[in-house]
Every structure is written in structure tokens, then in C-alpha cells.
Nanobody, 115 residues
Framework: QVQLVESGGGSVQPGGSLRLSCAASGSSLSIYFVGWYRQAPGKQRELVASIAPGDGTYYADSVKGRFTISRDNAKNTVFLQMNSLNREETAIYYC?????????WGQGTQVTVSA
């Protein structure tokens, strides 16, 4: 079992930045594909970025060049640095860890982008 706890959300003005953290316990995140998803009100959950066990990364087209996903194995934590945020990115951001048929989710952290 893996327990995931997201943190770092909050309110920010358009153009601002936030750094989300996904801290894990129960197992090492280094063996999992870890993804950051977001779900805005009335919309489906979407994949924003992911990092593979070998540190290969994926970004949705909408966030390329602005978001950076990284991991710190010593802290058993995956980060999502988000820059130049816009209002449409207001959502709950979730961390997911996946390996084979096992799949774990955190409880989510709210990100609100408004003036």
C-alpha cells in the first residue's frame, strides 16, 4: 500500500507560481509512474504531467514550458512546479502512483487562480 499526501495548493494571481508536493509513505515512489492530474468543476479529471521510474517525463500540451515535474527519492516526494498559471487552471490537483495493476491516489489539493 502507498499513502499519498498532496500539499502546496492555495490561491495565486494569474501569472503566479505554485509548487505542489506529493509525499509518499508505505513504499518507495521511485518504482512507480507518478502523475499529477487535475479536475476543474464540471470537467473530467485530466493528466497534467507524469514521471516514470527512469525519470522520463510527460506533459500535457497545455502546460509544456510552464510546468515541471520532478522527484526527490531521498524525500520520497514528487513535485510539480507550476509557473504562469491562468484562471482556467483552477482545479483540484491529485497525485497518482501506478505500477502494474496497482493504482493509488492522494486526496487532492485545491489550486485557485484568481485576481
Amino acid at each position: 500500500q502507498v499513502q499519498l499526501v498532496e500539499s502546496g495548493g492555495g490561491s495565486v494571481q494569474p501569472g503566479g507560481s505554485l509548487r505542489l508536493s506529493c509525499a509518499a509513505s508505505g513504499s518507495s515512489l521511485s518504482i512507480y509512474f507518478v502523475g499529477w492530474y487535475r479536475q476543474a468543476p464540471g470537467k473530467q479529471r485530466e493528466l497534467v504531467a507524469s514521471i516514470a521510474p527512469g525519470d522520463g517525463t510527460y506533459y500535457a500540451d497545455s502546460v509544456k514550458g510552464r510546468f515541471t515535474i520532478s522527484r526527490d527519492n531521498a524525500k520520497n516526494t514528487v513535485f510539480l512546479q507550476m509557473n504562469s498559471l491562468n484562471r482556467e487552471e483552477t482545479a483540484i490537483y491529485y497525485c497518482n502512483a501506478r505500477a502494474g495493476f496497482t493504482d493509488f491516489w492522494g486526496q487532492g489539493t485545491q489550486v485557485t487562480v484568481s485576481a
